[in-house]
Every structure is written in structure tokens, then in C-alpha cells.
């Protein structure tokens, strides 16, 4: 487990995906792959400092177990980014899912230390598997992040 958060760390959730990929009805299961950065990240420890960083990974990290389902995977990458594994899943559900909890992030207020608050914002990334290897298919799923990023922010893309 990631010591932060909580959630499962990369090289465990890497290993579950990579359990699910490999797994023998694998084939005929709907598996999406949704990758999660935390927008101006940067910005939160540079003004707020490292501590209150660490409150908005571990709040976010909390948010995310709270509002997905209890059998998705749901990991901290690195740094301000996640992956959460979703499957039996439509891609279409899985949007709606997700942009639902967008809006529900950004009107969400976090209490950081000495009383202060915060609103962030996340970028998300969303691929459905069409049976390519565990590397291309997060490779898929951060390209979509990284378009949303591009495309303002506060965004899901699929």
C-alpha cells in the first residue's frame, strides 16, 4: 500500500491489472483503465507547503474510495497521480461516473492545516482495454489525462 494514501501503491496495482488482463474470461469483460491527475498540484505545496500537499493526497485519495465502487482498483501512481481499474463496466458508465465525480471535486471544499481551505480540481484519462499489453493500455489511458490537461483542465476525456 502507498504509506500516504492509503490506496494501493503502482507496482500493486501494476500486478492486479496485470492479473486481470491475463486472467481467462478476461476476453469477454469490459475493462476500463481511468487516469487521475490532480491539477496545479505544484501550485498547493509551493503556497500552501508540503504538509498541506500531503492533506490534499490523503483527502482526494479518500474522496476517490468514497465515490467509486468497492470492487474498482484504485491506486496512487506517483506523485498527484492515480489510476482506478474499473471492470463489467461500459465506457459510457464509466464517463458518467467520473464527470459526475469532477463536478462533485470541484465544489468540494478540502480544511487544510491552520484553518484554511482549498477547492482543486483533477483532469481524468479514460480508455476501455481492446487487448493490448498492460504498458499500452496506461500508456492509452495517460495520453486521454494529458489531453485533458491540454484541453483546460478539469476535464474528462475518453
Do not use: P
Request: aromatic share 8%.
Amino acid at each position: 500500500l502507498d504509506g500516504l494514501t492509503e490506496l494501493y501503491n503502482r507496482e500493486t496495482a501494476d500486478g492486479m491489472l496485470t492479473k486481470l488482463l491475463d486472467s481467462s474470461d478476461s476476453a469477454s469483460k469490459e475493462i476500463i483503465a481511468i487516469m487521475i491527475d490532480i491539477d496545479f498540484f505544484k501550485n498547493v505545496n509551493d503556497k500552501y507547503g508540503h504538509l498541506n500537499g500531503d492533506i490534499v493526497l490523503k483527502t482526494f485519495a479518500k474522496f476517490l474510495m468514497e465515490s467509486l465502487r468497492k470492487e474498482d482498483v484504485i491506486g496512487r501512481y506517483g506523485g498527484e497521480e492515480f489510476i482506478v481499474i474499473m471492470t463489467d463496466i461500459t465506457i459510457h458508465d464509466a464517463v458518467e461516473i467520473i464527470n459526475r465525480m469532477r463536478i462533485e471535486l470541484s465544489n468540494m471544499e478540502m480544511q487544510l492545516s491552520k484553518g484554511q481551505s482549498l477547492k482543486i480540481t483533477a483532469s481524468f484519462g479514460i480508455v476501455r482495454w481492446n487487448g493490448e499489453d498492460i504498458i499500452d493500455f496506461v500508456r492509452k489511458a495517460d495520453d486521454m489525462l494529458y489531453k485533458a490537461k491540454e484541453n483546460g483542465k478539469n476535464r474528462v476525456e475518453h
